[in-house]
């Protein structure tokens, strides 16, 4: 007996599910779907183009740990959806993204747009579905979300043919979840925690070296534990920030190619690496063979695909990470009993690292886009929820916003996908709506998304974009005038000559704001702050200020380039802000 | 090094494409696929040859794995395993050679599945090193075509 169409099975299924908001832009092959998101409960964020959709999407998980959704219609559509697909397949972002496709006895005709989007995006996906019969439905929504969320959370796509939109069907909810090759292993082995935790109990200089697993697992608590009942320093991957406090005097900050310098120095020397939730990318290792040349390494993973993938690992343990280090953590205080090791020595060692080698620029000269990035920290009281574009305004917002708490910084990290903030901007925004929301953003990068000014202004999502406009695609320049003999090769944006960001935002009926000196930036921020509506601050900064310190690319991490500067409040104790943490 | 890689997957459109292009991606090298049904209904055995060191082997099961439709892997070794691949030749023949096809085909515990005045279709089956010999013997007469099915195999008990 057949009570709906697939259609309204599929909005029927995704309320269901607990979607109650998604981003999409429609189409002939996905018509039917949206014509029932008209009377659904679930809130329909018109995009303006479908990257658009699925960064928002993915801005909208990443900030609340939920499974983030979109819809688009078939071909271009599905298209324009490849590049978001393959960033949250990267950062491990837990989507569901409904494709429109052709009727089903059209597929493979080369019909009117007609795109094999679950072929396209085979490598890209953590799982698909090209559903052929609305009855399968129930189980497919419901799988869809159950692969998508749990794991190592991911991108799952649904290509639904319009024929099965409109097939009659019988829905008494979704159905059951049948998965036999699904089985992610989240309990840890027992002896190898146990053996963990006598390294880590045995280890002279530990450090731990957390990622974006802790954050997906909720682990932070635990992780909080762990290094402060042992005494062991964390450092963190741009996917980790926000994992541990970076406000905490055990936090070592970002390690890898921008890295602190104390962070990599410490990888450099320590004899035990306790890696949690991370996976070792080419970004954070630097030449492979000299990383962490010391060092035992316990790497915790729920991918046992990542263990042993690019480093020797002595003790692998696959689980969730919170399992593990709840598990972990209660071995230990056994194990401890009333002992304490402080290690004296190599917290000693480490902490004249971090006096000696502190994170720090050149205040003088021009208007410099680290001191933007620390006036947004100081004026947002550290809270808000910053979302960052790609190239150098991305490695200033890691190494100048202190990120506090999980889910804090969103980033686009595996992929580096320009254009990624903005829309994640508002996704995270309409997902946590109490936050200050920024997007920290490059000249180029918002170039790539700066059409969804119009669904910023029209939902009325208030996220502010803080472009550190330098006039160049900044981060390809740097690497021109390091390894390039400076020739800027097509990496000149022509400040001054075009867009005028300021208009363009109040072309679109946001609020534009122009910064060209020092003394302007706060009175622009807390202007910015106070508006309720959208804004872009169109910061013109230092056009050749550079990403220190670094590892160039294939250099071991203890070769890091760039002077050694001392912070903005050491140097003009006048600047020095009352602390708020 | 080779290895034998027994892959038990949900008969799930697009499966094999998952498996083939999870291979392309990774970089490893299929020596021989073969695909088909099971004993139990839905489900399909894929065996594949693949040629990699005993670390990326590692990792190509570590892959697969993720795959959600692959239930099952098993590394077959040689010594715990039997093996079989079919292969079918069509040799030229004339009158006066056809007798000494049929007779190396009978050594081989090879068929003749086709008989025509001037060719004939062999069926052989067996591991790989027989199919090889085989070949290797009719290849005077001239192999107008050749076809194997890759190998399967089968943990013994
Ligand atoms: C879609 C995409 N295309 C190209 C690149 C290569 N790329 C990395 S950083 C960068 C420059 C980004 O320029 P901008 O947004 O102005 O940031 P800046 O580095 O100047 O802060 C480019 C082109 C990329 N990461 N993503
Ligand atoms: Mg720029």
Redesign the interface.
Known sequence: MANMTGAQALVRSLEDEGVDILFGLPGGQILPVFDVLYDSSIRTILVRHEQGAIHAAEGYARATGKVGTCVVTSGPGATNIVTGMADAYMDSTPLVVITGQVATNMIGTDAFQEADITGITLPVAKHSFLLKDARNLPEVVAEAFQIARTGRPGPVLIDMPVDVSRQEMNYEGLGEVRLPGYKPTLKGHKRQIQAAARAILAARKPVIYAGGGVISSGASKELAQLARENHLFVTHSLMGKGCFSEADRLSLGMLGMHGTRYANYSICEADLLIAIGARFSDRITGKLSEFAPHATIIHIDIDPAEIGKNVNVAIPIVGDCRLVLKELNEILANLRGNKSNPRTAWTAQVEEWKRKFPMGYELEGKLKPQYVVERIYYLTKGKATICTEVGQNQMWAAQYYKATRPRQFITSGGLGTMGFGFPAAIGAKLGRPKDVVFDIAGDGSIQMTIQELATAVIEKVPVKVAILNNGYLGMVRQWQQLFYRKRYSSTSLERGVSPDFVMIAEAYGAKGIRVTETAQVDAAIKEALAYDGPVFLDFHVEPEENVYPMVAPGEPLSEMIGDICYPVEQVHPELAEEPFL | MKHTLSVL??NK??VL??VA??FS?RGFNIDSLAVGPTERPGFSRITIVVDVAE?SL??VR??L????????INDLVPERSVERELMMVKVSVNESSRGELIQITDIFRGKIVDVGRNACIVEITGPAQKLEAFEEMVRKFGIKELVRTGKVALQRS
Do not use: F
Request: a neutral charge.
């Open positions: 997957v949900e459109p697009g494409a998952r292009e999870l991606r670390h590692e990792q570590k892959q794995h993720k795959l959600i439709n692959v239930v099952e």
